[in-house]
Structure formats: C-alpha cells, structure tokens
C-alpha cells in the first residue's frame, strides 16, 4: 500500500523544474542581449528624423530669404563666435522654435554644428570619417548625397549634412 501513495502523488520532477528554469533563463539572455542593440537603433532613428527636420527647416529658412543659407552655418572661427552658436537665430528660431529640442539622444547635449566644408571633387572624397565625435553635424556647401558621403555639386546653395550614427554608418542628407 506504501508504494501505490508515492506513485499516486503528483507533482514536478527536478529534471522538469530544471528544464523550465533553464528555458526562462534563455528568454532572459536573448532579452538582455537584444535591448541595447534595440536601443541604439531607436537613438539613430532619432538622429535621422534630426536631420530630415534640419534639411527642412534649412530648405524653409532658404525659401523666406531668398536662397540664402544661414551665415551661422557658415563656420565660427573666433571663440566668440562659437560661444555664440547657442543663440544662432537660425537654430533658435528654426529648429528650436516652440520649445522644441535639438539634442544627441545618447547624451541629451545639444548637436554641434560644424559650419560650412566647402565641397570640390577633392574634398567631397574622404569627407566622412568615423572618428567625428557622436553629435556633431557637418554641413557641407556645393554639395548632395551619395549615399553616405557628400558628393561635389554646382551651386553653392546645395548643401549636404553628415553625422555619424551610433550603430554603424553615417546619414546623409541634402537640400
């Protein structure tokens, strides 16, 4: 009679217990390793709805003076007037209109923008490097995209933008 109540007795094997445990354990790992890469590409696809707003907001600043590109844009050698990109009408009244924000993602500090690079056939071909620090933009004059690197175009009212991406790669983006 003892030995028909142990085999009547229901329950979980350890073998089962062990199973489980290690098949939870396996979610967890696929979870742990998938959420920064996730999280990267969430900061990248911030990036580059930055920059299509950049591209337009510099496309509208265009269009209501006369094809002008914005002096600010045009490169700040004096330390005053790197002091004073913060208040640069064009990204307060662009791009920081209304309260809006035009911050790096990863580090929540405001982009740098390196004004113009003028762009000829030369300088358009190693224009891009990984080694430009995260955040910073570089605005390219006489120039369109190819893909990730500016390409030399006439017209000194086209520009070109680049910044690096924290997964991999460099956007691009033109007017």
């Known amino acids: 009679m003892a030995k028909e109540n142990i085999k009547a007795k229901k329950g979980f094997t350890i ?5 489980v445990l290690a098949i939870a354990g396996l979610i967890f790992l696929m979870v742990f390793v998938a959420l920064p890469a996730l999280q990267r590409s969430q900061r990248d696809t ?12 510099l496309a509208q600043y265009q269009a209501n003076n006369n094809g002008k590109v914005p002096s600010e844009l045009t490169g700040a050698d004096s330390d005053a007037q790197k002091a004073a990109k913060y208040n640069d009408p064009f990204i307060a ?5 209304a309260g809006d924000t035009f911050a790096d993602p990863s580090t929540g500090e405001d982009y740098s923008v390196v004004g113009f690079v003028s762009c000829t056939n030369a300088a358009c071909a190693n224009a891009t490097s990984s080694e430009t620090p995260m955040g910073q933009i570089t605005v390219y004059s006489n120039a369109t995209c190819d893909g990730e690197n500016p390409k030399y175009i006439q017209g000194n009212r086209k520009i070109a933008i680049t910044l690096n991406l924290e997964g991999a790669g460099i956007y691009c983006g033109h007017n």
Request: aromatic share 10%.
């Open 93 to 97: 009244q662009y791009l920081k209109a």
């Open 15 to 19: 073998i089962e217990v062990v199973l």
């Open 46 to 57: 911030q990036r580059r709805d930055d920059m299509a707003r950049f591209v337009a907001q």
